[in-house]
């Protein structure tokens, strides 16, 4: 059983459109995090998150807003879609941040934008 | 400039043979971790390497952090170990990971 849910596994969205990722993980973890892989590209971090608060942002535009309205959700908010968006975008979770820290990553949900 | 480099980028093995996968990082970092990315898609963790070696299995991770690099050995390879091996390593504390392009690897039979 998968333990980190990405819904949907695939989406397909209209340019100008807003879209929300879910992800949830049911491994107790304490750290939740987003990441986004486009083609060549290597795979980007964009938002971590402990305990519900923002740690780290390194996305540049406030189009994207990760949404956690539990400790063990951490959805993720893209409006104003772009064809540029277009990538998969993996959730991922850990114990805590700040070292000593596997990664448990999603199967991803590739959005694809028209 | 990429932070973490990968080579080589692709490689083709002989089911049986062995494979050595590098990653060479241009900065400091707190810890190293390697991933197994499937065909499909989904990442699986391998290793988390901060420094020195560790053996999993087929698999072998040795990280040097003085000399900037990690290295992933698998050894008697099988058709099953096809997909893209990632490298990435850890800044900060925010838990924050910087990935490589990875290494392609196809296990003919």
């Known amino acids: 059983d998968p333990k980190i849910i990405q819904k949907p596994k695939y989406l397909v969205a209209v340019t100008g459109s807003e879209k929300i990722l879910i992800c949830e993980q049911y491994l107790g973890h304490n750290a939740m995090y987003w990441y986004r892989q486009s083609a060549k590209k290597p795979l980007e971090f964009m938002f971590s998150?402990?305990?519900?608060?923002?740690?780290d942002n390194q996305t540049a535009s406030s189009r994207f807003q990760p949404q956690s309205s539990k400790k063990n959700h951490l959805d993720l908010q893209i409006t104003a879609l772009k064809p540029d968006d277009s990538a998969t975008y993996f959730c991922?979770?850990?114990?805590?941040?700040?070292?000593?820290?596997?990664?448990?990553f999603g199967a991803g949900t590739r959005l694809s934008v028209l | 400039g990429q932070q973490v480099q990968q080579s080589p980028a692709s490689l083709v093995l002989q089911e049986g043979e062995n494979a050595e996968l590098q990653c060479n990082f241009s900065?400091?970092?707190?810890?190293m971790q390697w991933f197994y990315q499937r065909p499909g898609g989904s990442l699986v963790s391998l290793f988390y390497n901060p420094s020195g070696t560790k053996h999993s299995g087929r698999l072998t991770s040795t990280t040097v952090i003085k000399e900037r690099r990690s290295s992933l050995h698998i050894s008697s390879s099988q058709t099953t170990d096809s997909g893209t091996y990632l490298c990435a390593l850890e800044k900060g504390n925010t838990g924050k990971l910087i990935f490589g392009l990875g290494t392609t690897l196809q296990v003919q039979p």
């Open positions: 998150y402990s305990y519900q608060k923002l740690m």
């Open positions: 991922a979770s850990s114990r805590g941040t700040g070292g000593q820290n596997t990664l448990y």
């Open positions: 900065t400091s970092l707190n810890s």
